[in-house]
Nanobody, 111 residues
Framework: QVQLVESGGGLVQAGGSLRLSCAASGIIFSITPMGWYRQVPGKQRELVATITSVGNTNYADSVQGRFTISRDNAKNTVYLQMNSLKPEDTAVYYC?????WGQGTQVTVSS
């Protein structure tokens, strides 16, 4: 049974930072591409960042230079470090792994 469990969301002021974590189980994490997506009500889920099994990364233009995705294969965990947060980053953030999704964690950035 595959589980992706996110943590680290919350409320932060604009300009602040948060780090999201996603702990994976039930998959061979070390060979699985992972990523983060986000969604706001009424809009489609959008890609934030992805990371391959060997650490190659890809970012949405809107977060390039502010967010960093990383992974720790020993801990079966993927991270999203979010700096210089903006109100428009407010969304539910979802962890993605191969063909599976986490339950989401709310990130709210106040102006």
């Amino acid at each position: 049974q595959v589980q992706l469990v996110e943590s680290g969301g919350g409320l932060v002021q604009a300009g602040g930072s948060l780090r999201l974590s996603c702990a994976a189980s039930g998959i061979i994490f070390s060979i699985t591409p992972m990523g983060w997506y986000r969604q706001v009500p009424g809009k489609q889920r959008e890609l934030v960042a992805t990371i391959t099994s060997v650490g190659n990364t890809n970012y949405a233009d809107s977060v390039q230079g502010r967010f960093t995705i990383s992974r720790d294969n020993a801990k079966n965990t993927v991270y999203l470090q979010m700096n210089s947060l903006k109100p428009e980053d407010t969304a539910v953030y979802y962890c993605w792994g191969y063909d599976y999704w986490g339950q989401g964690t709310q990130v709210t950035v106040s102006s």
